[in-house]
T-cell receptor, first 115, second 113 residues
Framework: KAGVTQTPRYLIKTRGQQVTLSCSPISGHRSVSWYQQTPGQGLQFLFEYFSETQRNKGNFPGRFSGRQFSNSRSEMNVSTLELGDSALYLC??????????????FGPGTRLTVL | GQQVMQIPQYQHVQEGEDFTTYCNSSTTLSNIQWYKQRPGGHPVFLIQLVKSGEVKKQKRLTFQFGEAKKNSSLHITATQTTDVGTYFCAGLISSGSARQLTFGSGTQLTVLP
């Protein structure tokens, strides 16, 4: 079974621009979560999508948004980029359910650099 | 907000020494999961603990879940250079139908040969 894939793997943008990151979950996984990882802040939860609906949201400004498509693929968008948005953005899929424990299967991440 | 605290932030050990990282939550957890992230890699699931007082072993790794389901630890016996990486705990907090997985800040382990 193929793992979680993320595109692109690396991205360089300038302040004020916007960016869209893509994530394809493991086949059969309907939940997709996004995390921001920086050296100083660790793994910060952005949001989770399940069945095309945002189910949970972390404490990030409205510039960060996402969506999920009917095939469970997800995109994350950051508008008006700031220098502090430079980070590794990780996508994780899981297969929630009554007996599930929400184990996260992470993709390789997208390294975003804002200049 | 609900938090999962993890200590220490960094740990340097000599190869062959033991290593322990601890997680504490202010809220009772439905389960706790542990992940390992190698340098330059992404977090990889190691194990989950669900029951109060549960202890699980994976070769040289021992995972414990506290009786109150608010704390957990990961202990590595006789570390090897392959153990290098950052270890994260993640606590699952359930409230009604809402579920939130909260990661600790991680412990970065360096093993000196």
């Amino acid at each position: 079974k193929a793992g979680v894939t993320q595109t692109p793997r690396y991205l360089i943008k300038t302040r004020g621009q916007q960016v869209t990151l893509s994530c394809s979950p493991i086949s059969g996984h309907r939940s997709v979560s996004w995390y921001q990882q920086t050296p100083g802040q660790g793994l910060q939860f952005l949001f989770e999508y399940f069945s095309e609906t945002q189910r949970n949201k972390g404490n990030f400004p409205g510039r960060f948004s996402g969506r999920q498509f009917s095939n469970s693929r997800s995109e994350m968008n950051v508008s008006t980029l700031e220098l502090g948005d430079s980070a590794l953005y990780l996508c994780a899929s899981s297969k929630p359910g009554l007996a599930s424990t929400d184990t996260q299967y992470f993709g390789p991440g997208t390294r975003l650099t804002v200049l | 907000g609900q938090q999962v605290m993890q200590i220490p932030q960094y740990q340097h050990v000599q190869e062959g020494e033991d290593f322990t990282t601890y997680c504490n939550s202010s809220t009772t957890l439905s389960n706790i999961q542990w992940y390992k992230q190698r340098p330059g890699g992404h977090p990889v699931f190691l194990i989950q603990l669900v029951k109060s007082g549960e202890v699980k072993k994976q070769k040289r790794l021992t995972f414990q879940f506290g009786e109150a389901k608010k704390n957990s630890s990961l202990h590595i016996t006789a570390t090897q250079t392959t153990d290098v990486g950052t270890y994260f705990c993640a606590g699952l907090i359930s409230s009604g139908s809402a579920r939130q997985l909260t990661f600790g800040s991680g412990t970065q382990l360096t093993v000196l040969p």
